[in-house]
């Protein structure tokens, strides 16, 4: 008896292990594949990331092509050069025409700063964001004028020094993220004599709260000027602002005096440094730097002159070409991930300092909520470095894994899709090249040979097809399925595909002409002046296959009341994509909840 129920114990006992063995295992590779789609997604918003930003390279390339061909530019369309370059060329007026005739009215509950500045103001800004208050127009301008007044005597790189009882703590881009910021403080402390901070560029655009951001940096560093250090991103530039959102938010919380509060902006930005160089060992600088990296050259730079990464610096007098031409070759570009100069000292430096770079990224969610983590970094001196990271945690942060991977995984596939249709005819071109016996089908290779050639999004499209494309039982690709589901809405259906793949494609760069020239932010253009803007930006970027007389017919189109204007901004509302399954999927997800 004894034995026989040892036996059937250690039977028992086996069997749960194997039990146990399986479910790990299958638990395991589950995780696995949940990670390997993690990673998918977040492949594809990097790597159309990176393609926005060599368009933002594209349309820096066009104003270089409008100054160099000022004079044949100035003759055919004096009115369109005029308004494209006037917002650069203008005179901040005098402090008092901004601020003395804004009066704060005592219905106003938010915060009230008092100058000279104090923690106090500090602390009562991050509440008063916190309770979702927005500062006075006449507070915020306030703001500015003082912020740039100190900056204007600061040099090009701020020195610090640091000690093992005093360090600093060094924060990268917010974008506008202010539970970021928020989360940080409360880790680390507010800013203060004791307790110093950098803040590495980037303060806004993407994120709602940009504005708000900007004013704890700039009320801290007025505060505390030796203690907090702010260097200028890539995203401090009013071009950049067009694009990314933050001119929409300042017009959206200012509409009376957002474009005021947006002109200071466009001079104050030119003001910040550009970089901080701790304990004479370390360089903070944003973007990071190149071989040909000179800091001599950084050092002599008159950084006022460089209004926007997208634009060659320009004088005040109007002399646009003279300028271009003096300048041109030996200006830094500062862009993510790229810093070019004049000169290049990379040969004084040995091998083993190269790769010594760390790159710290200070907003949470940056894709999708769940999909990164913040951090920063606190450095003192003869110490090891030492990294914080983070994450804000909202509703949807606390989804099951596969939840979160799902909707990741959604809007990653959303916009790659969206990048897709925008380039149908070119695709379609390529898929035909391939087909040689005319069927409709592609091999998996092929297809995503196509995709990379006309994309260039460096994705792996072999693995992404299931999700793109439909695959018959012997592997082969319905190329034209790469269109499914999804289409680009446009005004009239007459208009060429051609023509509005193109407007769709090259919308954001349009837009962002469009405001330069919509100095009164009316969203009204005329009809001549979009003509103009047209025909320059096709010639610059060679689009084929569209007559003037498409573009003509399209702008009549939109001109409804006939008055001779168009409004752009609902003219390029018009391009937005509809996703057919975005129908079926909410209709799976109710599905599966009744489950």
Same mark, same amino acid.
């Given at each position: 008896?004894?034995?026989?129920?040892?036996?059937?114990?250690?039977?028992?006992?086996?069997?749960?292990?194997?039990?146990?063995?399986? +479910?790990?295992?299958?638990?395991? /590779?589950?995780? %696995?594949?949940?990670?390997?789609?993690?990673?998918?997604?977040?492949?594809?918003?990097?790597?159309?990331?990176?393609?926005?930003?060599?368009?933002?390279?594209?349309?820096?390339?066009?104003?270089?092509?409008?100054?160099?061909?000022? %004079?044949?530019?100035?003759?055919?369309?004096?009115?369109?050069?005029?308004?494209?370059?006037?917002?650069?060329?203008?005179? +901040?007026?005098?402090?008092?025409?901004?601020?003395?005739?804004?009066?704060?009215?005592?219905?106003?509950?938010?915060? /009230?700063?008092?100058?000279?500045?104090?923690?106090?103001?500090?602390?009562?800004? +991050?509440?008063?964001? !916190?309770?979702?208050? +927005?500062?006075?127009?006449?507070?915020?301008?306030?703001?500015?004028?003082?912020?740039?007044?100190?900056?204007?005597?600061?040099?090009?790189?701020?020195?610090?020094?640091?000690?093992?009882?005093?360090?600093?703590? #060094?924060?990268?881009?917010?974008?506008?993220?202010?539970?970021?910021?928020?989360?940080?403080?409360?880790?680390?402390?507010?800013?203060?004599?004791?307790?110093?901070?950098?803040?590495?560029?980037?303060?806004?655009?993407?994120?709602?709260?940009?504005?708000?951001?900007?004013?704890?940096?700039?009320?801290?560093?007025?505060?505390?000027?030796?203690?907090?250090?702010?260097?200028?991103?890539?995203?401090?530039?009013?071009?950049?602002?067009?694009?990314?959102?933050?001119?929409?938010?300042?017009?959206?919380?200012?509409?009376?005096?957002? !474009?005021?509060?947006?002109?200071?902006?466009?001079?104050?930005?030119?003001?910040?440094?550009?970089?901080? #160089?701790?304990?004479?060992?370390?360089?903070?600088?944003?973007?990071?730097?190149?071989?040909?990296?000179? =800091?001599?050259?950084?050092?002599?730079?008159?950084?006022?002159?460089?209004?926007?990464? =997208?634009?060659?610096?320009?004088?005040?007098?109007?002399?646009?070409?003279?300028?271009?031409?003096?300048?041109? &070759?030996?200006?830094?570009?500062?862009?993510?991930?790229?810093?070019?100069?004049?000169?290049?000292?990379?040969?004084?430096?040995?091998?083993?300092?190269? @790769?010594?770079?760390?790159?710290?990224?200070?907003?949470?969610?940056?894709?999708?909520?769940?999909?990164?983590?913040?951090?920063?970094? !606190?450095? $003192?001196?003869?110490?090891?470095?030492?990294?914080?990271?983070?994450?804000?945690? !909202?509703?949807?942060?606390?989804?099951?894994?596969?939840?979160?991977?799902?909707?990741?995984?959604?809007?990653?596939? /959303?916009?790659?899709?969206?990048?897709?249709?925008?380039?149908?005819?070119?695709?379609?071109?390529?898929?035909?090249?391939?087909?040689?016996?005319?069927? @409709?089908?592609?091999?998996?290779?092929?297809?995503?040979? $196509?995709?990379?050639?006309?994309?260039?999004?460096?994705?792996?499209?072999?693995?992404?097809?299931?999700?793109?494309?439909?695959?018959?039982?012997?592997?082969?690709?319905?190329?034209? $399925?790469?269109?499914?589901?999804? /289409?680009?809405?446009?005004?009239?259906?007459?208009?060429?595909?051609?023509?509005?793949?193109?407007?769709? *494609?090259?919308?954001?760069?349009?837009?962002?002409?469009?405001?330069?020239?919509?100095?009164?932010?009316? &969203?009204?253009?005329?009809?001549?002046?979009? *003509?103009?803007?047209? *025909?320059?930006?096709?010639?610059?970027?060679?689009?084929?296959?569209?007559?003037?007389?498409?573009?003509?017919?399209?702008?009549?189109?939109?001109?409804?009341?006939?008055?001779?204007?168009?409004?752009?901004?609902?003219? =390029?509302?018009?391009?937005?994509?509809?996703?057919?399954?975005?129908?079926?999927?909410?209709?799976?997800?109710?599905?599966?909840?009744?489950?």
């Amino acid at each position: 008896m004894g034995c026989g129920s040892s036996s059937m114990k250690d039977k028992k006992s086996e069997t749960v292990l194997k039990a146990a063995l399986i +479910i790990q295992n299958w638990y395991r /590779r589950y995780r %696995a594949r949940l990670k390997a789609r993690q990673h998918y997604a977040l492949t594809i918003f990097q790597s159309i990331e990176y393609a926005d930003e060599q368009g933002q390279m594209q349309l820096s390339n066009f104003f270089s092509f409008m100054l160099e061909n000022y %004079a044949l530019v100035c003759e055919q369309s004096p009115q369109l050069i005029r308004r494209l370059f006037e917002s650069t060329l203008q005179d +901040i007026k005098d402090r008092q025409d901004y601020v003395a005739l804004i009066d704060v009215p005592d219905s106003y509950d938010g915060p /009230r700063l008092q100058f000279p500045l104090t923690f106090t103001d500090i602390d009562l800004l +991050i509440e008063a964001f !916190k309770q979702q208050q +927005i500062l006075h127009a006449h507070y915020v301008l306030e703001v500015l004028f003082e912020t740039k007044k100190i900056l204007k005597q600061m040099p090009n790189f701020t020195h610090i020094k640091t000690s093992p009882s005093k360090g600093i703590t #060094i924060c990268g881009d917010l974008h506008g993220k202010l539970d970021d910021l928020f989360l940080i403080f409360y880790k680390n402390g507010l800013p203060s004599g004791s307790n110093p901070y950098i803040f590495n560029g980037d303060f806004v655009d993407r994120g709602s709260n940009s504005m708000e951001i900007l004013m704890i940096l700039f009320v801290s560093f007025l505060v505390y000027p030796n203690d907090l250090h702010l260097n200028r991103g890539n995203h401090e530039d009013f071009m950049m602002n067009m694009r990314y959102g933050f001119t929409r938010e300042v017009l959206y919380k200012y509409k009376l005096h957002g !474009k005021k509060i947006l002109q200071i902006l466009e001079d104050l930005y030119t003001w910040l440094p550009i970089g901080t #160089i701790i304990d004479n060992e370390i360089l903070v600088i944003h973007g990071g730097i190149s071989e040909s990296t000179d =800091l001599n050259l950084l050092h002599r730079l008159e950084r006022n002159k460089m209004k926007s990464v =997208l634009m060659p610096p320009m004088s005040v007098n109007g002399n646009l070409t003279t300028d271009l031409k003096k300048n041109k &070759g030996g200006v830094p570009v500062a862009m993510h991930g790229r810093l070019r100069a004049s000169q290049s000292f990379s040969e004084q430096l040995s091998k083993n300092e190269w @790769g010594q770079v760390v790159t710290v990224f200070s907003a949470s969610n940056y894709y999708e909520e769940g999909s990164n983590r913040g951090a920063y970094i !606190k450095l $003192s001196s003869g110490m090891t470095p030492r990294f914080f990271q983070y994450q804000v945690t !909202k509703a949807t942060c606390m989804r099951p894994l596969h939840q979160r991977v799902d909707a990741m995984e959604c809007s990653a596939i /959303r916009i790659l899709r969206e990048r897709i249709i925008a380039r149908k005819t070119d695709l379609i071109r390529a898929f035909q090249l391939q087909d040689y016996t005319k069927s @409709g089908k592609l091999s998996k290779t092929q297809w995503a040979f $196509s995709m990379e050639k006309t994309l260039g999004l460096n994705l792996p499209w072999r693995s992404l097809s299931s999700h793109l494309v439909k695959t018959d039982k012997d592997g082969n690709i319905d190329y034209m $399925s790469s269109f499914q589901d999804i /289409r680009i809405e446009k005004p009239v259906k007459e208009i060429q595909s051609t023509l509005v793949e193109t407007l769709y *494609r090259y919308r954001s760069d349009l837009q962002i002409i469009f405001n330069i020239m919509d100095s009164d932010h009316s &969203g009204l253009i005329s009809m001549e002046e979009f *003509r103009a803007m047209w *025909r320059l930006f096709s010639l610059h970027y060679n689009v084929e296959h569209i007559d003037d007389s498409h573009v003509d017919e399209l702008a009549s189109s939109m001109d409804f009341n006939k008055d001779g204007s168009i409004d752009f901004n609902e003219f =390029l509302k018009a391009f937005y994509v509809v996703h057919k399954f975005d129908k079926l999927a909410k209709s799976d997800t109710t599905l599966a909840e009744q489950e």
